[in-house]
């Protein structure tokens, strides 16, 4: 059995150093791996990053993180990204990273992800420049994803989890209003899910979301996003298929 | 009427979607509140991680929705550790 905790959106600056450390410290009895789904600063400045790094650094389990938004707002991701990475926390994008517990070889693959909207109602690569943009960055986000997950399955993991910010689903955005479902998340993030497949999906970003939801092909997808999950993390149990 | 008399309600949408900007802006950084307008009435809820940032998210609404009354549910995150885990059989 494999202890996966995960939390996003904990949006930490100068004036909430500490408040999450004592929980952080008490991941050792309570999960193998630490998962962080972006959002994790207010504006993404290096400070903000660094008040991050201090609250997940040298932590008892390894740490897995996608940035969010927030932390893109001051244009410095890669910043944001070596400052992270110099506490310990392994920053993914269109990315994957595999961690063994025990005799567990369990996979992560991540990605920001981007908005667009859900099967249906939205967005298309279509007329002006700036809307194609928006919708290829969406697209290359979720290829990324894909990708990931399939090398993750090359690699012969025993268990996969889709880590991001935006949403893949729906589901999860219930509470959000339906009007800005498409800066929330993409069906290309669950497309990209369903066809590689993973155990687990885990995003942030709807603050008024709620915690539940399914793709279209049965994947179990989570907002942790800290205001749904009211903790400091939220703990999920996968177990290895067996034989 | 002109511009420059521009009153009530109509006016008042225009300061909700302005407030939204500055929320966003460098001091509080929130975009997860939910802010509504009700006739007069102004609402807003969510979840914020620090009492100097919910300190600040009233002090704006109060100021950018002035002459409006102004209702808000603002809760801090919980920031302890979870006492149970979900299993996913
Ligand atoms: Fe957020
Ligand atoms: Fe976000």
């Known amino acids: 059995m494999i202890r996966v905790a995960a939390v996003g959106d904990i949006h930490l600056g100068p ?4 408040l999450l450390r004592p929980a952080f410290a ?14 994790l600063t207010r504006h993404g400045t290096p400070e903000e990053a660094a008040v991050v790094g201090e609250e997940v650094g040298g932590l008892p389990v390894p740490v897995i993180a996608v940035l969010g938004n927030h932390d893109y707002d001051a244009g410095r991701p890669e910043e944001v990204t070596r400052i992270l990475a ?35 109602r ?13 919708v290829r960055h969406s697209r290359e986000c979720a290829d990324g994803l894909r990708t990931a997950l399939d090398r993750l399955a090359a690699e012969g993991c025993d268990l996969r989890i889709a880590l991001t910010h935006f949403a893949p689903v729906p589901d999860t955005l ?67 298929p067996v034989g | 009427m002109t511009a420059a008399d521009a009153t009530g ?25 939910r802010i509504e307008l009700h006739g007069s009435h102004v609402t807003v809820r969510g979840t914020v991680p620090s009492e100097e940032r919910r300190a600040a998210v009233e002090r704006i609404v109060a100021e950018v929705m002035d002459g409006l009354k102004v209702h808000t549910d603002i809760v801090l995150a919980d920031d302890r550790p979870p006492t149970w885990a979900e299993d996913l059989p």
Do not use: W
Request: hydrophobic share 40%.
């Open chain 1, 15 to 18: 004036d909430s150093r500490g």
């Open chain 1, 26 to 39: 008490t991941l050792d009895e309570l999960a193998d791996v630490l998962l962080l789904a972006g959002d």
């Open chain 1, 86 to 120: 110099s506490h310990g926390v392994q920053v993914l994008e269109r990315s994957s990273t595999a961690v063994r517990v025990d005799g567990t070889l369990v996979g992560v693959a991540g990605t920001k992800g981007f908005g667009g909207g859900f099967a249906g």
């Open chain 1, 122 to 134: 939205s967005a298309g690569e279509f007329g002006e420049p700036e809307m194609k943009a928006f």
């Open chain 1, 174 to 240: 219930a509470g959000e209003p339906t009007e800005i479902h498409p800066f929330l998340g993409s069906y290309l993030l669950a497309e990209a899910i369903d066809g590689a497949g993973a155990d687990l999906a885990l995003h942030g970003h709807a603050h008024l979301g709620t915690e539940r939801g399914l793709t279209a092909c049965g994947v179990r997808v989570r907002n942790v996003a800290q205001p749904v999950i009211g903790r400091a993390f939220a703990v999920y149990r996968l177990h290895p």
């Open chain 2, 9 to 33: 309600s109509d006016e008042a949408e225009y300061r909700l979607a302005h407030l939204r900007d500055r929320l966003a802006d460098d001091e509080v950084g929130e975009l997860g509140l």
